[in-house]
Structure formats: structure tokens, C-alpha cells
């Protein structure tokens, strides 16, 4: 099965860019997804199809994908994006839906 | 606006059975694939189930493959999942999420969940 690897932890200053990875085998030719979940509330969609930010998600998250690595940055990080954040994928071949791990982001 | 409202959850005994629900409301149901997706106490994401808009193409992860039914009922704006055979491990928030319309499409919309805790 594919397998999705985030880090666990990501610490950050405020006003500071953060980087979470996701790394899979050939990452760069599925389309990825991230979601954002704060403590005791469902996960909210901030990446679309790699690099698309839906309506309302502030225009500081971005996120790129190519390789055998998939990226979302946060920019200006502020004290409310303190949060898990997930990756996703959509395995073609098999309709299967994947997640990694998490990655939890501390702001400092 | 879309809601999803998820119901059934409870504390149930290894080995037993459940089934949870989820009531959609905001968009026209029968048009979009619904999944659940779980996460266990202190854990990350995991997908379940998936059934696209006419209940035509239905699958499932590893974890539940084989215990675990996914239906719905475009008529009550409902999608339903009946569990059987379930263990320690499958204590988790239940999620009802509606997949985006489109090829490899996101979780637009997530319900807030339902807990089942499986213990003796």
C-alpha cells in the first residue's frame, strides 16, 4: 500500500515561514491535498489539488508538489495556525483515499 | 450551507456490531461520493469507506475490509455505515466527509464526527 510520510513536529516563530513535507514514491505525479485540524474541531481542507487554496483560506498557505516530496508553506505564521496538519492522496489505481501521518505545528 | 450530522456512536463490546449514520443537508446529495474517514484518540486520519452518488461503486480500507458495510439513501439524504465483528482498535471519531465532484477530488466538507469506543 502507499505509504505517506509527514514529520510529527514543526515548530515555528511567529511572522516565520513553515515548511511541512510530505514525501511519498513519486508524489509528484498524484495529485495532493492538505487538511488543517485544530484540537477538538474536523479537519478543514486548506490545499486543494496541490497547490489551490480554497475559498477563504488566507492567502499565506501555499503548497507544491514534485518528486518524491509534497510541500505546504505557511507564511507570516501566526498563534491561530497552530494546528495538525494532513496530507492526502487519491490512489488512482485503486480508489483508495491515503493520509499521512500528521504533522503537528507549533508556533513558538 | 452544507451540513453533514453524523449520529450512532456508542460504547459497544468486542465483537459487536453498530451502525452509524449521517444526515446531509445544503447540496444536492445524490450528486456527490461520501466517505468516512476515522481517527482514533490522540491519532492521525484514516480513510474507511466511500460510496459515489448512486450507491454504484462502493469501496473500502484495509482496517474495516470485510467488517464494515457502507450504504445511503438519496431519498433521506442519508449514508449509513454498519460495522460488525469490531475491536479495541476500532474505538475512533467516525467522520462523514463529502468528497469534492471531480477526478481525485478533496474532502470538501467534514461532519464533526461521532465516537465509538469498543471496550469490554
Known amino acids: 500500500s502507499y505509504v505517506l510520510t509527514q514529520p510529527p513536529s514543526v515548530s515555528v516563530a511567529p511572522g516565520k515561514t513553515a515548511t511541512i513535507t510530505c514525501e511519498g514514491d513519486n508524489i509528484g505525479s498524484k495529485t495532493v491535498h492538505w487538511y488543517q485540524q485544530k484540537p477538538g474541531q474536523a479537519p478543514v481542507l486548506v490545499i486543494s489539488?496541490?497547490?489551490r487554496r480554497p475559498s477563504g483560506i488566507p492567502e499565506r498557505f501555499s503548497g507544491s508538489n514534485s518528486g518524491n516530496s509534497a510541500t505546504l508553506a505557511i507564511t507570516r505564521v501566526e498563534a491561530g495556525d497552530e494546528a495538525d496538519y494532513y496530507c492526502q492522496v487519491w490512489i488512482v489505481t485503486t480508489d483508495h483515499r491515503v493520509f499521512g501521518g500528521g504533522t503537528k505545528l507549533t508556533v513558538l | 450551507e452544507v451540513q453533514l450530522v453524523e449520529s450512532g456512536g456508542d460504547l459497544v463490546k468486542p465483537g459487536g456490531s453498530l451502525r452509524l449514520s449521517c444526515t446531509a443537508s445544503g447540496f444536492a446529495f445524490s450528486n456527490f461520493t461520501v466517505n468516512w474517514v476515522r481517527q482514533a484518540p490522540g491519532k492521525g486520519l484514516e480513510w474507511v469507506s466511500a460510496i459515489t452518488g448512486s450507491g454504484a461503486y462502493i469501496d473500502y480500507g484495509d482496517s474495516m475490509k470485510g467488517r464494515a458495510t457502507v450504504s445511503r439513501d438519496n431519498a433521506r439524504n442519508s449514508l449509513f455505515l454498519h460495522m460488525n465483528s469490531l475491536r479495541v482498535e476500532d474505538t475512533a471519531i467516525y467522520y462523514c466527509v463529502r468528497e469534492s465532484r471531480g477526478t481525485v477530488a478533496p474532502f470538501d466538507y467534514w461532519g464533526q464526527g461521532t465516537l465509538v469506543t469498543v471496550s469490554s
Open positions: 489539488y496541490d497547490s
